[in-house]
């Protein structure tokens, strides 16, 4: 793996998500990750290393804190709606997030951008370390955590009041990151 610094993280987070699209980095402050991903989602925590994240609602405007955050009504129960997912997972449904439906097929030209698109995840997910654990609410992960998540069905367990949401969680020893993007309608 390679490491990552600020502006390596800057730009494949730039490259990746725009409008409508959650992420965010906090500390691992429990032994429960679920607890910290909560705070995470809930904008409670800052980024431990100071780096951006990315908190825009659909619109284009900044999610806040609380009230504000799309993941105000999650609790730690939710959690039991994610499942695990390879690294390599991850870094397909990190690239699926850049469309409106969570699939290949809505992203221009991707046939020609597949390899730059999962680059840019696999410099966000390098953060984590070589032992974090990605989970997902992709459905798909549920029966096989291993795979082809550009070739995986559109069903997804909902986090958040959107009408699809979708994304991936990276857990380390040390730090919490929350990938999420929306669809509004």
């Given at each position: 793996?390679?490491?990552?610094?600020?502006?390596?993280?800057?730009?494949?987070?730039?490259s990746?998500?725009?409008?409508?699209?959650?992420a965010?980095?906090?500390?691992?402050?429990?032994?429960?990750?679920?607890?910290?991903?909560?705070?995470?989602?809930?904008?409670?925590?800052?980024?431990?290393?100071?780096?951006?994240?990315l908190?825009k609602?659909?619109?284009?405007r900044?999610?806040?804190?609380?009230?504000e955050?799309?993941?105000?009504?999650?609790?730690?129960?939710?959690?039991?709606?994610?499942?695990?997912?390879?690294?390599?997972?991850?870094?397909?449904?990190?690239?699926?997030?850049?469309?409106?439906?969570?699939?290949?097929?809505?992203i221009?030209?991707f046939?020609?951008r597949?390899?730059?698109?999962?680059?840019?995840?696999?410099?966000?997910?390098?953060?984590?370390?070589?032992?974090?654990?990605?989970?997902?609410?992709?459905?798909?992960?549920?029966?096989?955590?291993?795979?082809?998540?550009?070739?995986?069905?559109?069903?997804?367990?909902?986090f958040?009041?959107?009408?699809?949401?979708?994304?991936?969680?990276?857990?380390?020893?040390?730090?919490?990151?929350?990938?999420?993007?929306?669809?509004?309608?």
């Amino acid at each position: 793996m390679n490491q990552i610094d600020d502006v390596s993280w800057e730009r494949s987070l730039r490259s990746l998500f725009g409008e409508a699209m959650f992420a965010a980095v906090g500390p691992r402050q429990s032994d429960d990750w679920r607890l910290d991903a909560l705070d995470v989602m809930q904008l409670k925590m800052d980024d431990p290393r100071g780096w951006l994240r990315l908190a825009k609602a659909p619109g284009g405007r900044d999610y806040g804190a609380g009230s504000e955050s799309p993941f105000i009504a999650v609790t730690p129960a939710d959690f039991d709606s994610v499942f695990p997912v390879s690294r390599t997972g991850a870094e397909q449904v990190m690239v699926t997030l850049m469309s409106e439906w969570f699939q290949v097929e809505d992203i221009p030209h991707f046939s020609v951008r597949e390899v730059e698109l999962i680059s840019h995840a696999r410099v966000i997910l390098e953060r984590f370390g070589r032992d974090a654990l990605f989970f997902t609410n992709a459905t798909t992960a549920r029966e096989n955590p291993h795979a082809d998540m550009f070739r995986r069905e559109g069903a997804y367990e909902g986090f958040t009041g959107h009408v699809i949401d979708c994304g991936v969680i990276a857990v380390s020893a040390t730090e919490v990151g929350i990938f999420w993007g929306f669809t509004i309608d």
